[in-house]
Every structure is written in structure tokens, then in C-alpha cells.
């Protein structure tokens, strides 16, 4: 990714000031204000919503966990967890996240809204006719952050301001002082959310002509069991001895990791639609996100065809509590990753690697995970 806008400045610039500089991008709260949320206080219990959020993103049902202030955790938590890692991997500070999180529970509750005032649309009720991109863009979560956290790493000063005040100078609304309610929830979490990212609970201040260092790598849970290593170097296109599919895992994993391993050592072909892997013709060969879609779809689940869509599959889950089945991504960035594997368990991923490389198995401690996603 590019690197980080200039630094942040030390002069405080007032919000009516830089409104100017925003209201060509002003979000929908400009023309009305959103209704107080009656689960909203002014203090939040950032342990007990650690836990709460935690277990939502180890896949508990939002029927069954309740966070405080969220109506609808099931799916504001997930919301909440893109904004936070696509800030991360922008290496936008902990206060830049606090600040998107307050703004989008103000504008939408943390939903993605297909509708609001005139034009405006998604987690932060961007308009298309305000220059934040297309409708389809902005109803896409991790560009709707993107476009957010750019916009405030253009403010001049937003670093020395409130939350309220940074929020406003992107927003441009209507009503100003909104914000503010939602800055001890969103502060609550961000710091739950981020601590599921392996490295994620480190907040280095962006600094001039940084590039984004969007990659981290899982750090504690993983002991030599849990890593991979023991199994020491894996021949590419061989299973490790000793390896088998953990009986602990759903039945439909099992069965995505039991075909998954059918194609070893067949070579990787970029667009290849992995349907005939052994076969003579090259674009029946699976490329990464076509070896994760064959394999479920020979268990009975549905994914789509790409990364960059697969991103999106399922639930989130935390790198620090993997399961069998779990799709891996890594390169690139959260926000945009390059390439997917699949978990096998036992610190396994089986993956398609890049042209020239066989379909193989490899230890955990060699990926960068920037998302993990549960689609059972």
C-alpha cells in the first residue's frame, strides 16, 4: 500500500475551519441527525465487552452473547472489526480508529445501511455525489474505512483533537457535537478488536514517509504444536507424517481439507478454476481462491470466487483461535489481501502458492495473517 499522508501537524485547527476543506465529501448527518440509541452510556466496561466481542468473533451467535451498547452485535461486531483491521493495516494510530468508530455508529450504528439521507449510503453514509466513490464502492466495508481514514489523515491537527471534533472535520455535519456519546463504546472496541490481531494491540504513531507495514504474524498460542514447526521442512506436494485431519473438526471441514489434499502437487495456474487439477488443460488447475471455492463446494458450501471477495465470506474470527476449515489470508493487506489458504489444524494451511509452485502444505509460522474468516 502507499504510504501514510504527510504528518500529522501540531497546530489545532477548529472543526469550522476545516469543514470548508471537508464539505465536499459531507456525510448524510448534515441534513438531519440520527436518533439517540438508548443502549448508549457514558461509560462502557471494556473487560466485560472484551469478552463479549471475543466471543462473537470465535463465532457465537449475537442471540446468545450481548454487548453493551450494540443492538445488533452479530453484525455490528463483525462491522466493527473491519474498520478496526483496516486500520491497522493503513497503520492508522489506535485514536484514528476510536475516531472511525465513533463516526460510524453515529451515521449508521455500525450497520451497512443500503439507504439514508438523499444519496448516502453504508457504515458511514458516504455519497456517491459527494465525490466517496460509487454506490457499489461504498457499500463495500473495507473501502468505505479506506476512504474514511484517508480522509482524516488529511486533517491537519486531527491527532490534538476530540474524537467529536476530528469526526466532524471529516463528516462535515450537520450536528457536530453527535459524536461524542459514542466515544466510550468505540474506545471499548477498539481496544477488544484489536487485541484478536496478532501484534494489533501495539499503537505506533503514523510517521512522515512511512510505508503501510500491514503485516503481522501470529504471536502468543502458538508453541510448536501450534505453529507448524515441529513437523520441521515439508517436501512441497507431500503430507507431513503424522499429519491427519483433526476428529474435532466440523464434517464439512473435513471434508474441504480431505479434497483440498487431493490436489497436492498439482501445479498452480493464476485463473485456473481448479475443477480439473490433474488434467492436461492449464485452466483446470486451481489458483488460491479457486482451491478454497472447489473444496467447499464438494462439502456443500457456496463461496465466491476470488480473495478479494472471499474477504468477506462467513464470520470473522481471531487469528489467536483457529479451527479447522478456517480460510487464511495473507499478503497484500487487510484491507486487500493477496492470497488465501486453508487451515487444516495441527498448524497446517494448505494452499495454491503462486505460479511455478505446486498445491502444497505449510507450517502456520510462515504466514503473515492479515484476516481470518469462519464460513461454517
Known amino acids: 500500500m502507499k504510504a501514510l499522508v504527510a504528518g500529522v501537524g501540531v497546530v489545532f485547527l477548529s472543526p469550522l475551519l476545516l469543514a470548508g476543506t471537508a464539505m465536499m465529501m459531507a456525510s ?80 449508521s450504528r455500525l450497520r451497512n445501511l443500503a439507504s439514508g439521507d438523499r444519496d448516502s449510503l453504508g457504515l458511514f453514509q458516504q455519497r456517491p455525489s459527494m465525490g466517496w466513490g460509487t454506490a457499489q464502492q461504498i457499500r463495500d466495508p473495507v473501502y468505505a474505512s479506506e476512504r474514511f481514514y484517508k480522509a482524516l489523515l488529511k486533517v491537519h491537527g486531527w491527532q490534538q483533537m476530540t474524537v467529536t471534533q476530528a469526526a466532524q472535520a471529516v463528516q462535515a455535519s450537520g450536528f457536530p457535537d453527535a459524536y461524542a456519546q459514542w466515544e466510550p463504546l468505540a474506545t471499548a472496541l477498539q481496544s477488544a478488536i484489536a487485541k484478536t490481531f496478532p501484534g494489533g494491540g501495539k499503537d505506533k504513531p503514523a510517521k512522515d514517509g512511512d510505508a503501510y507495514k ?35 473438526a466440523a464434517p464439512k471441514a473435513r471434508k474441504a481439507i480431505g479434497w483440498a489434499m ?17 488434467g492436461p488443460d492449464p485452466m483446470g488447475r486451481c489458483d488460491c ?33 483457529l479451527r479447522p476449515g478456517d480460510l487464511i489470508f495473507s499478503r497484500g493487506s487487510a484491507a486487500r489481501p493477496e492470497h488465501v489458504g486453508l487451515f487444516m489444524g495441527a498448524g497446517l494451511v494448505i494452499e495454491a502458492p503462486k505460479t511455478g509452485k505446486p498445491v502444497r502444505i505449510t507450517p502456520l509460522k510462515d504466514w503473515t495473517i492479515l484476516a481470518v474468516r469462519r464460513v461454517l
Not at 226 to 240: A, K, W
Not at 262 to 278: D, E, I, K, P
Open 28 to 107: 448524510a448527518s448534515e441534513a438531519q441527525p440520527t436518533a439517540s440509541f438508548t443502549d448508549c452510556t457514558g461509560t462502557a466496561d471494556t473487560d466485560a465487552i472484551t469478552r463479549q466481542v471475543t466471543k462473537i468473533l470465535d463465532g457465537a451467535s449475537g442471540k446468545d452473547v450481548k454487548v453493551e451498547g450494540l443492538s445488533l452485535p452479530a453484525e455490528q461486531v463483525p462491522n466493527a472489526q473491519t474498520i478496526v483491521g483496516t486500520g491497522l493495516s493503513m497503520k492508522v494510530p489506535k485514536r484514528g480508529q476510536i475516531v472511525a468508530l465513533a463516526t460510524a455508529m453515529q451515521e
Open 214 to 248: 500491514d503485516a503481522v504474524t501470529p504471536s502468543s498460542g502458538c508453541g510448536a504444536a501450534q505453529d507448524g514447526s515441529s513437523y520441521g521442512r515439508i517436501p512441497e506436494g507431500s503430507v507431513p507424517k503424522g499429519y491427519q485431519i483433526p476428529k474435532n
Open 262 to 278: 487431493h490436489q497436492l502437487g498439482t501445479m498452480y495456474q493464476w485463473g485456473g478454476s481448479c475443477t480439473a487439477a490433474h
Open 289 to 321: 481462491s479457486s482451491l478454497m471455492q472447489q473444496a467447499y463446494a464438494k462439502a456443500g458450501v457456496k463461496l465466491s470466487r476470488t480473495t478479494y471477495t472471499q474477504v468477506n465470506e462467513g464470520k470473522a474470527a481471531s487469528a489467536k483461535n
